[in-house]
């Protein structure tokens, strides 16, 4: 028995989404027939050109998780907020989605003002923060455990001195999973250290 291969048998049994990486309007066609020729069930990961298919998504209920929010705009003739405005459109045209930073790694800390970005360009204040906690579990089959404050799940709490989708909200506390999680940085402690410096 290979484990590796062995892992894959729910996605291949349609058990498990499988993410397929897709920005282009074409590309996202392909993968979107590849999935449902191979009884798959697809998640679009990226999207940059999913408005333009958002039809096609609808009518074969494809979700997408949102990367471009915050990237330049790819063609020289398109719009400043090409991107910024993806969320809106597919929130429009009936598509699930999540937004994501695309990345793994430091630029995660953006998240919220990816979803705030997207919330001044045309998507509800109220969409914006599913985007980021809701729909995303709802998205990858782990609703039942995140994504909202309720009886039986994960409590994972944010409290900020303001609206979590601005910058400029400070974080007062952070619980995961019920867990108080200390918020001291190298910066925070730089700061007490230094700002009644005269």
């Not at 590309?27 to 798959?40: C, S, T």
């Not at 009518?59 to 400043?80: F, G």
């Not at 009936?94 to 953006?110: H, K, L, N, P, Y």
């Amino acid at each position: 028995h290979d484990v590796v291969l062995e892992s894959m048998l729910p996605a291949l049994d349609g058990q498990m989404p499988v993410l397929f990486p897709a920005d282009r309007a074409n590309d996202i066609r392909d993968a979107v027939n590849f999935a449902e020729e191979m009884h798959l069930k697809p998640i679009i990961l990226g999207g940059q050109e999913a408005p333009a298919v958002a039809g096609f998504l609808k009518q074969h209920n494809v979700p997408v998780i949102v990367t471009a929010v915050m990237r330049l705009p790819s063609r020289e003739d398109d719009p400043y907020d090409v991107n910024y405005t993806i969320p809106a459109k597919l929130a429009a045209a009936g598509v699930q989605f999540a937004i994501s930073t695309g990345d793994r790694g430091s630029e995660i800390r953006t998240l919220p003002y990816n979803a705030g970005m997207a919330a001044a360009h045309g998507l509800s204040k109220s969409d914006a923060l599913k985007s980021v906690t809701l729909w995303p579990a709802q998205i990858l089959g782990v609703a039942d455990r995140l994504g909202s404050l309720e009886v039986g799940k994960m409590a994972n709490v944010v409290v900020t001195t303001g609206d979590l989708l601005e910058a400029k909200t400070d974080t007062k506390y952070l619980f995961i999973d019920g867990r108080p999680i200390p918020l001291d940085t190298k910066h925070t402690q730089l700061n007490a250290m230094f700002k009644d410096r005269p």
